[in-house]
């Protein structure tokens, strides 16, 4: 048995532990019972569906203008990356299949000060890329009007993604029909769009149909722009971390969160530098990088025509929306997991009895999500959405050395990391090296907030101690 | 003793009828306390929140069990998938019919259909383990167009009768079975009911006893196909 965690923060607050005993159905506390619900394709929903929104739908131009061709090399750094944080996380989630993700890995992994930094930066990280996901949807919104006829210009993008802003938090607070089957469904319909729109642009790629096209430079402008660009679109992997911290709902954890993970980093890893192929083949990386954030209309129109075109265009609308609302459903896990150990004040976590959501939580998120979506700033939202998310990945990895070393008792997980522990060690310092690569405006940002969340942890909860406490 | 599990939406304020409790006296009850949560809300937090609310709720309504006879205890289940929960506890406690809440009084006839693929024999068996020596009239209903139809109802009533209980049968020739089945509800204070095999319009249109009781008003016992874990024939 561990130890319970221990301390109190500074309104007098504790830790709220109980003794539970998890099945591979149910987590079973002493009076009452945790159904779990999600099955591997509820997982692999909730880890396909918020990731492919960006990486196919946003992303495309602003990687190749950025490097070329290339930028499907960038993507490719960044699946890489992306899994070699997926198994070690993996291995952490099924040793301790609790909701809270990675916040719960590293805080009882390294202890309270590096839990509060993560817990806090995965929850603000959920916002940046809540936002980067709303301005993404206002342009495909933007250019489904003008594909109806209403040309209204790019000036109406933000107002249109502050209105879904508010429209999804709404949703979220009083919505409570289960919208996990809707889910399910618009991530088949999306991966249909794509496999075939794939299919028929690699034919057209390697010159089976279609126009021949004249092949350009693969990597323009050098090996650098390549790294700053997977530094930038590395946001298109945050969504598996989404599925650790929806561990605790998972039925069969041992089999099923291992490959969620893992499953969803490799399909849609596969299905970015696919697409990125396809699109510099297609339109080239000039005319590409020229359509910015709604580059893959051109595409889809190039390839099948008009149909090609408004096809990407309802997927896109589909993909951000869908990355938009998957992510603001995890920040009420992210602020429950935080405040259930008194890291913040146990009332940012309670539910409305009207609707049983948590309805502080979700404005919590809501109110900053509108700020930074304003800004409009698509670049500077997804690479701080990243640095905070590589810097909890870093450290997953860096909890996971620490735990494997001390192999404390109760530390039993159903899955190991193949390759330990060369594994956790390139994933780990890969992810810090990553943030190198960012611009200075993103770097600073995130710098200050983990500072901020340090600062946060000393002020309110400097006596509260959780390291080694399940 | 044969055991019942009832589901209760514990902290929407759902009460057991009377009827219900005192129908439930030959048996031992397990009441399942659920809540069903939105995705969007962490299964633990509601239970920080509520469960002290529900678990005295809980106490309560099995203490009122065991006053109407049988033996009771409660489990409580915060959810996302009501149907998941109650399946997964009823396989748990090896409860042998699941119990759908509706107002009633006093129950003096029991509808018993055996229409469609369900298992009589366990159907039978319930019953009569169900009724006991009380003074409670069955009434066999099936809704056919086969020709062996009335032999079964015969069949089956006899064996009712053979452990000396009131019996009457009901045949109606239809391809419709669920809307003839609702016709023949009013003159009766509950139904117990065969669970059907998983199929396409249960799929389409829902379960059919939850439809049942819903179009009757009064409760249904829902009698559980035979599980794996059982072991005897299938």
Known sequence: MSEAPSGQNIEGETPSAEPVVETDEATVTENAELERTLGLSGGLAIGIGTMIGAGIFVFPGLAAGRAGPAAALSFTIGAVIALLVALPTSELATAMPKSGGGYYFISRGLGALAGSVVGLSLWLGLVFATAFYLVGFGYYAVDALGVLGIAIGESLVIPIALLFGVGFTLLNVTGTENAAKLQNGVVALLLSILVVFLGFGILDAVGIVGEPTTPEQFAPYGPFPILTTAALVFTSYLGFAQVATVAGEMKDPGRNLPLAMVGSVVIVGVLYVATIFVATSAVGSNALSLAGETAMVAVGRELLGPAGGFAIILGGLLATMSSANASILSTSRAVYAVSKDALLPGRASRINLKYGTPHVALGMAGGPILLLTATGRVEVLAEVASFLHLVAYGLICVALLALRRDEPEWYDPDFRVPGYPVVPIVGGVASFALILFMQPLSQILGFLIMLGAAGWYFYYARDVTLKGAL | ?234
């Open chain 2, 1 to 234: 003793m044969t055991r019942v599990l009832m589901p209760l939406a514990v902290l929407e304020g759902e009460s057991v009828a009377y009827g219900l409790m005192d129908l439930l006296e030959t048996m031992d009850v397990t009441v399942l306390g659920y809540h069903v949560l939105p995705e969007q809300t962490p299964a633990d937090q509601a239970r920080e929140q509520y469960e002290e609310r529900a678990v005295s709720g809980l106490e309560d309504t099995a203490e009122e069990f065991r006053k109407a006879g049988g033996a009771a205890d409660y489990r409580l289940v915060f959810t996302h998938d009501r149907h998941q929960s109650v399946e997964r506890v009823a396989d748990e406690v090896d409860a042998r019919a699941y119990a759908i809440n509706g107002a009633t009084g006093d129950v003096n006839r029991l509808l018993v259909p055996l229409s469609g693929d369900v298992a009589v024999d366990r159907i039978l068996e319930f019953v009569t383990e169900l009724v006991g020596d009380r003074d409670i009239a069955i009434t066999l209903f099936l809704a056919s167009e086969a020709d062996d139809a009335d032999d079964l109802l015969q069949r089956s009533a006899r064996r009712l009768r053979d452990e000396g209980l009131e019996v009457t049968t009901e045949r109606v020739v239809s391809n419709r079975p669920f809307e003839t089945l609702i016709e023949a509800v009013p003159d009766h204070d509950a139904v117990v009911v065969g669970e059907a095999a998983p199929s396409l319009s249960q799929f389409l249109l829902g379960d059919e006893s939850e439809r049942l009781a819903a179009a009757s008003v009064g409760p249904v016992l829902v009698v559980r196909r035979e599980t794996d874990g059982d072991g005897a024939d299938e």
